[in-house]
């Protein structure tokens, strides 16, 4: 049986984050009871950030996958054209030298 360390830990803040929230709802203290599902969320998110593109919840949103698959191919076509700019400019220096040589010559 293989035990899954980052689930148990997931597990384990879930509940304790539960507690602590139904606690401070039984003292009613609601500031601290919103900031403590802010923050079991957040940490939850954290803990699983590989595993999500989307996470919305308790006034927070974080979109990732998605965001860093674009970057990578946008960062990819400019790797690409870039390249292509590099040649274009290496065939245009050639042939300005050619030019220079001929006019030299033609002196």
Request: net charge neutral.
């Amino acid at each position: 049986m293989k035990i899954n360390f980052e689930k148990i830990l997931s597990i384990i803040i879930l509940l304790v984050s539960f507690y602590v929230t139904i606690w401070f709802g039984y003292e009613s203290k609601a500031t601290e009871m919103s900031l403590m599902i802010v923050a079991g969320a957040i940490f939850l998110s954290f803990l699983n950030i590989d595993k999500f593109k989307s996470f919305k919840g308790a006034g927070f949103s974080a979109e990732l996958k998605d965001t860093l698959d674009k970057a990578n191919a946008t960062k990819k076509e400019l790797e690409e054209l870039n390249f292509e700019i590099d040649k274009k400019l290496k065939k245009l220096k050639e042939e300005l030298d050619k030019t220079n040589a001929l006019a030299i010559v033609g002196l």
